[in-house]
């Protein structure tokens, strides 16, 4: 099983600030099958990035993602007010599907 | 546009049964790989279970033995059948569509109760 850990566990940025969100796994995740998902209270989670880098449809592209292996990025270039969040790394390269979902990073204004 | 509706949540006793259902328009279930996330109140998403297009199912080893999710292709929905009800499984379940293993759509989700 494949543990993800996300750090920091919240992240204080001021808009206009750039933000870096890390996800490391317990063991090489396959051909970078790494997503990310923000989410804002009361709304389901919105798929971010998949394979590591490449964006969702309708994702602006202040957004991106980076890493290859154990160790992946989420970043945010200049932070809007929309963009305060929760935001979770997911694995979905192997099985089991235990452990799918990091534990997340809450992204609050400073 | 691709649609998901979650609904069957609600308060249950411990031990008892509830069916959530999953509504899909917009793209066809059976030819999907479908799954369900629940999200325990003020905590992080957790993976319950996923039936592929071929019908295939796994689960997470804390619903196993439980909890069955299943389709109906006529009507397009995914189910989860959820039995022995546990304090620890009160959470919002998300259906989502998978597209090579990743949740492209989710619904809204339906919150579900255990308690006495």
């Known amino acids: 099983e494949i543990v993800l850990t996300q750090s920091p566990g919240t992240l204080s940025l001021s808009p206009g600030e750039r933000a870096t969100l890390s996800c490391r796994a317990s063991q090489s995740v396959s051909s970078s099958y790494l997503a990310w998902y923000q989410q804002k209270p009361g709304q389901a989670p919105r798929l971010l990035i998949y394979g590591a880098s490449s964006r969702a449809t309708g994702i602006p592209d202040r957004f991106s993602g980076s890493g290859s292996g154990t160790d992946f990025t989420l970043t945010i270039s200049r932070l809007e007010p929309e963009d305060f969040a929760v935001y979770y790394c997911q694995q979905y390269g192997s099985s089991p599907r235990e452990g799918t979902f990091g534990q997340g990073t809450r992204l609050e204004i400073k | 546009e691709v649609q998901l509706v979650e609904s069957g949540g609600g308060l249950i006793q411990p031990g008892g049964s509830l069916r959530l259902s999953c509504a899909a328009s917009g793209f066809t279930v059976s030819s999907n790989y479908m799954s369900w996330v629940r999200q325990a109140p003020g905590k992080g998403l957790e993976w319950v279970s996923v039936?592929?297009?071929?019908?295939?199912?796994y689960y997470a080893d804390s619903v196993k033995g439980r909890f069955t999710i299943s389709r109906d292709n006529s009507k397009n929905t995914l189910y989860l059948q959820m039995n022995s009800l546990r304090a620890e499984d009160t959470a919002v379940y998300y259906c989502?569509?998978?597209?090579?293993?990743?949740?492209?759509?989710w619904g809204q989700g339906t919150l579900v109760t255990v308690s006495s």
């Open positions: 039936i592929y297009s071929g019908g295939s199912t």
């Open positions: 989502a569509r998978e597209v090579q293993g990743v949740a492209t759509n």
